[in-house]
């Protein structure tokens, strides 16, 4: 397009998305750099055959949320702590309205219908269940876990990425996805290193931003005010990537950025949030 419009091709593309979109953007600096010169991943899935995966992740939420509800939101019931234990993050109450049930009415089943159909299309969804959907078990039963190898990420990045995802997100908990991610990177790094495969300097740079209270959903924030709005900090992390690229600036250290703060040269934080939420 850019070629027929203007005579000649872009002298730099980057690839941006969010949520599935930020999935592709890191498939797009795994697999084609003659394509891509660096990209922002914004809160991406991760895809793997191995847990952690949606198709993990998303059953205990489904089985569980039921009699978290019945319990009137209560973070001391059974069900409350099953969730979290599965990964998520902690649940927000507004008087009748909580995060994570705005989460299971708009997000969670819909999402598992929608993997699980792909990928393992033999399991009978209606009658077995979504919440009871046992990813390990099916490995011997179906061909889902060659089917999610097909299309993982390997963290082989080739062109320089950034990642930025919150803390708060209830449909990619942090931990099973931005951090999963940035887990895959670092090996694949080491990998190289131990292969002795070049400098290190030369490796694609790599930085994972956490936003403290970040939401996957940036309209939640209407219901529940203690979100963070990701997308400045996606709009920064673009900045910083096109600097790095086309200028050769240095990316700022991985680092978690407070709420109402923004991506620093010198982190207060650096690396992970030590909290999920910050009243």
């Excluded at 592709?24 to 847990?51: K, N, S």
């Excluded at 995060?99 to 077995?128: G, H, I, M, P």
């Excluded at 009871?132 to 390997?154: C, E, H, I, K, P």
């Excluded at 996957?216 to 990701?230: G, Y």
Aim: net charge negative; aromatic share 10%.
């Amino acid at each position: 397009g850019v070629k027929a419009g203007y005579g000649r091709h872009p002298r730099y593309t980057y690839a941006v998305g969010t949520s599935n979109g930020g999935y592709q953007v890191r498939r797009a600096v795994e697999l084609a750099p003659d394509l891509f010169d660096g990209g922002v991943d914004w809160e991406g899935t991760f895809v793997d055959a191995h847990a952690p995966n949606l198709l993990t992740d998303l059953p205990p939420a489904i089985l569980n949320f039921p009699d978290y509800a019945a319990s009137g939101f209560n973070p001391a019931s059974t069900a409350a702590k099953n969730i979290q234990a599965a990964g998520y993050p902690p649940d927000i109450v507004a008087g009748a309205a909580s995060l994570w049930s705005s989460y299971n009415a708009q997000f969670w089943e819909v999402t598992q219908c929608q993997w699980q159909k792909r990928l393992d299309l033999a399991y009978d969804t209606y009658v077995s269940g979504t919440g009871t959907y046992n990813y390990v078990s099916r490995l011997s039963f179906s061909d889902v876990g060659t089917q999610f190898a097909a299309f993982a990420t390997t963290g082989e990045i080739r062109r320089p990425l950034i990642t930025v995802a919150g803390t708060m997100d209830a449909l990619l908990p942090i931990d099973h996805h931005a951090r999963a991610y940035a887990r895959k990177v670092a090996a694949a790094k080491h990998k190289r290193h131990d292969h002795g495969d070049g400098n290190d300097e030369r490796r694609p740079a790599y930085r994972l931003y956490e936003v403290q209270n970040g939401n996957h959903i940036e309209t939640f924030q209407d219901t529940f005010p203690q979100l963070e709005l990701l997308e400045p900090h996606a709009q920064r992390a673009f900045d910083l990537i096109v600097q790095q690229v086309e200028r050769g600036a240095t990316l700022p250290p991985d680092q978690c950025v407070p709420r109402g703060g923004s991506i620093a040269d010198a982190p207060v934080q650096p690396g992970h949030c030590a909290s999920l939420f910050v009243p």
